[in-house]
């Protein structure tokens, strides 16, 4: 993998096999001023969140990435989608936890958020791409907020400015985002199959936030918002999963 020392949401970032392909992707990174080659590690994606009191975490957060970023910035017909885990003792995910708590005492973390992304390879092993002293992005708090019933916003505020986390740390629900991207380019001129969704999901629905016809389309390599998304939540796993990939292959966008 190449990829800037400094960067977010997979942005000029190319995974590479040979000399010829790390030459062939150079020119594109040339404002990129710093960047690491690390090994490519197979496996499922997952990120480890946190709230942090004294390097200690009040709050913690495992998401799921579904594909995993690099090919959610590859592929342009991918309607990427991240789901949060409400059931975080499950045994697949301890050894992530567990790294992740100790990344926090190896580097001194005190007050505030972390975001971190981690791999479970094929084997078993829990190994970390990423690791940030800052929340994640693309509406990941707004996801962890829909999991438990939650204001992580006002708790970052209270824990920097005074040292507590009050609120009800309960999870509840897993919650998936969808980010869609139509098709063409323009403006976005009309979509399919998002009544039929929503009268899928019924009560489950948390927000449809997508462009609205008449709206010029983003660029999707820019921005892993994408021409908008939905949120659904829901108490099992196996539901959230279907009602996130029901609006992931259901819902349509086309753009003139």
């Known amino acids: 993998?190449?990829?800037?020392?400094?960067?977010?949401?997979?942005?000029?970032?190319?995974?590479?096999t040979s000399a010829a392909e790390l030459e062939a992707v150079l020119p594109s990174m040339r404002g990129v001023p710093e960047a690491s080659c690390e090994e490519y590690i197979e496996g499922e994606e997952f990120t480890f969140d946190t709230v942090c009191i004294g390097g200690k975490p009040a709050y913690e957060n495992v998401a799921q990435y579904l594909p995993k970023p690099l090919e959610m910035r590859t592929l342009?017909?991918?309607?990427?989608?991240?789901?949060?885990?409400?059931?975080?003792?499950?045994?697949?995910?301890?050894?992530?936890i567990e790294l992740g708590r100790k990344v926090?005492?190896?580097?001194?973390?005190?007050?505030?958020?972390?975001?971190?992304?981690?791999?479970?390879t094929p084997k078993g092993e829990a190994v970390f791409g990423e690791i940030g002293c800052r929340p994640g992005g693309g509406h990941i708090v707004d996801q962890m907020n829909y999991t438990s019933d939650i204001d992580l916003f006002r708790e970052w505020a209270r824990v920097s400015c005074h040292g507590k986390f009050?609120?009800?740390?309960?999870?509840?629900?897993?919650?998936?985002?969808?980010?869609k991207r139509a098709r063409g380019q323009g403006h976005i001129t009309r979509i399919t199959g998002l009544g039929?969704?929503?009268r899928m999901c019924k009560g489950w629905v948390a927000e449809e936030k997508l462009l609205r016809p008449g709206t010029p389309r983003r660029n999707?390599?820019?921005?892993?918002?994408?021409?908008?998304?939905v949120v659904v939540r829901h108490p099992d796993w196996d539901e959230a999963y279907k009602m996130s990939f029901a609006a992931a292959t259901g819902i349509q966008m086309f753009a003139e």
């Open 1 to 16: 993998m190449l990829k800037p020392i400094a960067g977010a949401g997979s942005a000029d970032t190319y995974r590479v």
């Open 104 to 120: 926090l005492g190896a580097l001194g973390m005190g007050d505030g958020f972390t975001h971190m992304e981690w791999y479970l």
């Open 196 to 198: 039929d969704w929503l």
């Open 220 to 229: 999707w390599k820019h921005t892993l918002l994408s021409d908008g998304h």
């Open 166 to 179: 009050e609120a009800d740390a309960t999870r509840k629900y897993n919650v998936g985002i969808v980010f």
């Open 76 to 96: 342009e017909w991918v309607s990427p989608v991240i789901i949060t885990v409400r059931d975080m003792a499950q045994a697949k995910l301890a050894g992530g």
